[in-house]
């Protein structure tokens, strides 16, 4: 029979490892949200400048 502290020490290994992947994948979804909602801000100033832009064009013609 296996030896009591043997199944103890690796279900505490595997809880352990579960515990980071699921820490990483969950600083992985933050930041990934963080990068989306800058990606978007950054899309909505540059189309208020190209419409700037339009606009200086076609008043200067």
Do not use: G, P
């Not at 992985?28 to 200086?56: D, G, P, W």
Request: proline content about 0%.
């Amino acid at each position: 029979m296996v030896q009591l502290s043997k199944i103890l020490h690796s279900r505490d290994n595997w809880k352990r490892t579960t515990i980071e992947c699921r820490y990483e994948i969950r600083e992985f979804k933050k930041t990934k949200q963080r990068h989306l909602k800058k990606i978007a801000e950054l899309k909505q100033e540059n189309h208020e400048l190209r419409q700037q832009a339009l606009e200086v064009k076609k008043t200067r013609l």
